[in-house]
């Protein structure tokens, strides 16, 4: 089944009531793609992409000027958009604007108190979710006092406990350190495989497109690519037109067969250590 789909949707931030965007401001344009049930894909995108705001379409927080957009079968309206946000959680960059409360599980309670869910199901759900992201030992802990991303796994156990079908990571790692981002994309590949949630990681971390199905990436508001990530990443020269570039991996690729080490063009590290060996035994 299709998770979301984005049919010829186009958007621009107009004034309200302006007939036409402002020359040379911002549009979304024509975007169609397709996320399946249980799939994890990366948009990747230069800054000022359109990558949050394709987020921000995908549960009306914007409306689409033109073209239609559909989760689980039922088309996004006015109507229908309060039973799709349900199937929705997004997590967003700053794990700090992200939480209400000052310990744990009253934070990740929040939303589920606020859908007016019996007590005992936000206990349950609390205890899910926190699970799910590797803290529950953290249950009663103070969240200031947490590393950034022990919040952002905070954050997302928030949204968890929501048991969206969908999560949208809008750059949910862009503030945390190497160890931070670990947890995160960790965290996200697990409830991917295990609790099948389909996942949208937006990033500007091209490694973490590695570890996707799938990954498409937006230039000034257009979808210019949409591909697996190795089929991206073996178009170097096209990435480094939208400001983007290879993951290390496949920057040690080319630095190798442009030293005279014939290696293959690949972006598993383990193969790409056996032939190195080879090559140097
Ligand atoms: N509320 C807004 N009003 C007007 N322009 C906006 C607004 N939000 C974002 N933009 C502009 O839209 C473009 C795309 O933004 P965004 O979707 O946030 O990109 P990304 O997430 O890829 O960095 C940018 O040029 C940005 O300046
Ligand atoms: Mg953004």
Redesign the pocket.
């Known amino acids: 089944m299709r998770a979301i789909e984005f049919r010829d949707v186009s958007f621009s931030?107009g004034e309200e009531g302006e007939a036409e965007p402002q020359i040379g401001?911002?549009r979304l344009n024509h975007l169609n793609f397709a996320v399946e049930e249980g799939e994890f894909v990366a948009v990747l995108?230069?800054?000022?992409?359109?990558?949050?705001?394709?987020a921000?379409l995908s549960n009306r927080l914007l409306e689409a000027d033109s073209g239609e957009i559909e989760v689980f079968g039922t088309l996004l309206t006015k109507k229908t958009v309060y039973e799709i946000r349900k199937q929705i959680g997004i997590v967003f960059q700053n794990p700090d604007n992200q939480t209400v409360a000052s310990i744990v599980e009253d934070d990740v309670a929040f939303g589920a108190e606020n859908i007016g869910l019996p007590r005992e199901e936000i206990g349950e759900r609390i205890a899910f979710a926190l699970k799910a992201v590797g803290m529950e030992a953290y249950r009663n802990a103070t969240i200031s006092r947490l590393s950034g991303g022990q919040k952002q796994r905070i954050a997302i156990a928030g949204v968890l406990a929501l048991k969206p079908r969908i999560m949208i990571l809008?750059?949910s790692t862009a503030m945390l350190d190497p160890r931070g981002r670990r947890e995160i994309i960790d965290v996200v590949e697990r409830l991917n495989r295990e609790e099948k949630i389909t996942v949208i990681l937006?990033t500007h971390f091209m490694e973490e497109a590695l570890r996707a199905d799938r990954a498409i990436v937006?230039n000034r508001?257009e979808i210019v690519m949409q591909d697996t990530p190795a089929g991206i990443f073996a178009r170097h020269e096209e990435l480094l037109t939208y400001n983007l570039t290879l993951p290390r991996i496949g920057m040690i690729v080319k630095g190798l067969n442009a030293g005279g080490i014939p290696v293959s063009d690949t972006l598993d590290i383990e193969k790409l250590a056996g032939e190195i060996a080879e090559c140097v035994s």
């Open positions: 931030y401001g911002f995108g230069h800054n000022g992409s359109g990558k949050s705001t394709l921000r809008d750059e937006i937006m508001g």
